[in-house]
């Protein structure tokens, strides 16, 4: 694993940018001043090659900045992944960095924790409290499972890491 030091004598990072600018031509296609690493199509993430190894950009902005690698996962705070804008990024436990994901695709209601129950023909909300589901109850309306969610959540120790 590439340390600070090494990395500092690398790059200068761009805080407000979220970029890597190279400061020494590594390799034929990395020159001096230009903008190093690439977008991994598969996984959104921005990703820098330092000799043998793939890094995620957000995982060297947080070394570049703090001196040290994170312990946990970095969290993007609006979700995009390729934004490694250092005021975008916190260190995340993996249910935190969880709660921030974007509405799945095949999400029909709209609303995370909050789907239609077909046998009995009313919404259903439930929030997560330490890695298990709660179920909060069945409602005639789309609004009343929402606002059951919300107030199940406005208690949750991470709820600066829900999305809605």
């Given at each position: 694993?590439?340390s600070?030091?090494?990395?500092k004598?690398?790059?200068e990072?761009?805080?407000?940018t979220?970029?890597?600018?190279c400061?020494?031509?590594r390799?034929k296609?990395?020159r001096?001043?230009?903008v190093?690493?690439?977008?991994d199509?598969s996984?959104g993430y921005?990703?820098?090659?330092?000799?043998?190894?793939?890094?995620?950009t957000?995982r060297?902005?947080?070394?570049y900045?703090?001196?040290?690698?994170?312990?946990?996962?970095?969290?993007?705070?609006n979700?995009?992944r390729?934004?490694?804008r250092?005021q975008?990024?916190r260190e995340a436990?993996?249910?935190q960095?969880a709660?921030n994901r974007?509405?799945r695709?095949?999400n029909?209601?709209?609303h995370?924790r909050?789907r239609?129950?077909?046998?009995?023909?009313?919404w259903?909300?439930?929030?997560?409290r330490?890695?298990?589901?709660?179920?909060l109850?069945?409602f005639?309306?789309?609004?009343?499972?929402?606002?059951a969610?919300?107030a199940?959540?406005?208690?949750?120790?991470?709820?600066e890491?829900?999305r809605a």
């Amino acid at each position: 694993m590439i340390s600070h030091i090494e990395l500092k004598e690398l790059f200068e990072y761009r805080p407000e940018t979220g970029e890597f600018i190279c400061l020494t031509q590594r390799a034929k296609r990395s020159r001096v001043g230009s903008v190093a690493g690439s977008l991994d199509r598969s996984t959104g993430y921005h990703r820098i090659r330092i000799g043998a190894h793939t890094y995620s950009t957000h995982r060297l902005a947080w070394l570049y900045v703090t001196g040290e690698w994170p312990q946990h996962e970095l969290d993007h705070i609006n979700g995009e992944r390729a934004d490694n804008r250092w005021q975008n990024l916190r260190e995340a436990t993996h249910q935190q960095n969880a709660f921030n994901r974007k509405l799945r695709s095949d999400n029909s209601s709209g609303h995370r924790r909050v789907r239609w129950n077909k046998q009995c023909g009313k919404w259903q909300a439930f929030c997560t409290r330490a890695g298990k589901h709660t179920h909060l109850g069945l409602f005639a309306t789309l609004e009343e499972a929402v606002a059951a969610r919300d107030a199940a959540e406005a208690e949750l120790a991470h709820r600066e890491f829900l999305r809605a």
